[in-house]
């Protein structure tokens, strides 16, 4: 068949690209109830776009037309913490080259060699910047469960991992769900100091480190203990067993690192380069806060730390 797609093809270029797992689904409505009592209970805080496009986070087809087969591709950042040296920390997948277009890139490449092959293939790439929900579509692929910090979990590379679709009018062979090894373990749950871990998988991210520095545009409510972290959050993802259990990866990004040093430093020594910092946001994830964000955010947690001594 001409609209057939052998998913071992997808593996192969997979592995080539330098992806740890990919998996296929076919195209169907999904169950966003959860996503519904997210936003009911206004757990998005002030991330109003994620109202947006209700329909099309039910069906993809909505904004892929045509389309037959999603193929999920994972990428793990399960490598050295290095803040871990440093009063303030970042969040370890902000301390490589920015994951959008490294993963986009390699996608794109994924179809244009597809299409040398199967002249009819219409397809499409997204990183995380669609109304997708990307980590139920991992599931659906086969690929991990849903930890009970809401986050995409595998047996073998934990959930510092990153994901990535193809969308196409092909079919293929669609793999099946795994189950959810998380069992009665509730240790992610217990490790968030603001309590931002709620049942049913979600997370309040009023009370979210990682959404107040970063998301909350306007400075951090003291009242929010950022545990010395100035972008993102590690904590509920270093305490998972999984994660702890993961393949370990070596992050080669030497120049994001060395910047990335650079900043924590001046941090740490109350010299805080501006210069530096704003070429670590050409590169890194970290382009999505302005410097007063960062210097707010490095200001709260030295009064937080003030108030402990």
């Known amino acids: 068949m001409n ?7 997808i593996k192969s270029l ?14 169907k409505k999904i169950d966003i109830s959860l996503l519904k ?4 209970n206004n757990y998005h805080a002030n991330m109003k776009y994620m109202e947006n496009h209700i329909d099309k986070r039910e069906d993809i087809s909505l904004l892929v037309p045509n389309a037959k ?20 920390k970042i969040a370890s997948y902000a301390q490589r080259r920015d994951y959008h277009y490294v993963i986009k890139e390699k996608l794109n490449k994924i179809i244009k060699v597809l299409q040398t092959q199967y002249s009819c293939l219409q397809a499409v790439a997204f990183v995380d910047t669609a109304p ?4 139920e579509w991992a599931v659906r692929c086969g690929l991990g469960w849903i930890g009970k910090n809401s ?11 990153f994901i990535g679709e193809i969308i196409c009018n092909y079919s293929s ?21 603001n309590k931002a871990i709620k049942n049913n998988k ?3 991210s009023n009370l979210c480190i990682s959404y107040q520095t970063i998301e909350n545009k306007e400075d951090v409510n003291t009242d929010i203990d950022l545990n010395n972290y100035i972008y993102g959050c590690d904590i509920c993802l270093n305490a998972c067993i999984w994660n702890n259990k993961a393949i370990k990866i070596n992050n080669q990004d030497d120049d994001v690192k060395r910047l990335v040093c650079s900043v924590l430093n001046g941090a740490d020594n109350n010299t805080f380069d501006e210069n530096i910092f704003r070429l670590l946001r050409k590169i890194s994830p970290m382009n999505r806060i302005k410097i007063s964000k960062l210097i707010s955010n490095i200001s709260i947690v030295n009064q937080q730390d003030k108030k402990t001594t």
């Open 3 to 9: 609209d057939y797609l052998p998913l071992p093809i």
């Open 14 to 27: 997979s592995d080539k690209e330098g992806f740890c797992d990919c998996g296929a689904a076919d195209v």
């Open 37 to 40: 009592y997210w936003l009911a």
């Open 69 to 88: 087969t999603i193929f999920c591709f994972l990428m793990s950042y399960n490598d050295e913490d290095i803040s871990k040296n440093y009063k303030f």
């Open 132 to 135: 997708i929900m990307e980590k």
């Open 151 to 161: 986050l995409l979990t595998t047996k073998h590379f934990g959930n510092k991992i």
């Open 173 to 193: 062979d669609y793999t099946k769900e795994i189950k959810n090894y998380c069992g009665s373990c509730h240790i992610c749950v217990d490790s968030c100091p």
């Open 202 to 204: 979600t997370i309040n």
